[in-house]
C-alpha cells in the first residue's frame, strides 16, 4: 500500500506560480511512476506530468514549458512546480503512483484556482 498526501494548493492570479507537494508513504520501492492528474469541473481526469523511477518525464502539452515536475527520493515527496498560470489551469490537483503490479494509488486532491 502507498499513502499519498497533496498540498500546496490555492488561489492564484493569472501568471502567478505554486508548487504542488505530494509525500508519499508505505511501500515506497515498489512506485515505478508518479504523476500529476487534475480535474476541472465537469470535465474528466487527465494527466498534468508523470516522472518515472528512473527520472523520465512527460507532460500534457497544455503544460509544456510552464510546470515542472520532480521527485525527492529522500524525502519521499513528489512537486509540481506551476509557472505562468492560467484560469483555465483550475482544477483539482491528484498526486498519483503506481506500483509493480500495476495498482493506481491516489491522493485526495488539492484545489487550484487561477483567477483574478
Known amino acids: 500500500q502507498v499513502q499519498l498526501v497533496e498540498s500546496g494548493g490555492g488561489v492564484v492570479q493569472p501568471g502567478g506560480s505554486l508548487r504542488l507537494s505530494c509525500a508519499a508513504s508505505g511501500s515506497i520501492l515498489s512506485v515505478v511512476v508518479m504523476g500529476w492528474y487534475r480535474q476541472a469541473a465537469g470535465n474528466e481526469r487527465e494527466m498534468v506530468a508523470r516522472?518515472?523511477?528512473?527520472?523520465?518525464?512527460n507532460y500534457a502539452d497544455s503544460v509544456k514549458g510552464r510546470f515542472t515536475i520532480s521527485r525527492d527520493n529522500s524525502a519521499n515527496t513528489l512537486y509540481l512546480q506551476m509557472n505562468s498560470l492560467k484560469p483555465e489551469d483550475t482544477a483539482v490537483y491528484y498526486c498519483?503512483?503506481?506500483?509493480?503490479?500495476?495498482?493506481?494509488?491516489w491522493g485526495q486532491g488539492t484545489q487550484v484556482t487561477v483567477s483574478s
Open positions: 498519483h503512483a503506481a506500483d509493480l503490479r500495476a495498482f493506481n494509488y
Open positions: 516522472i518515472t523511477s528512473d527520472r523520465r518525464t
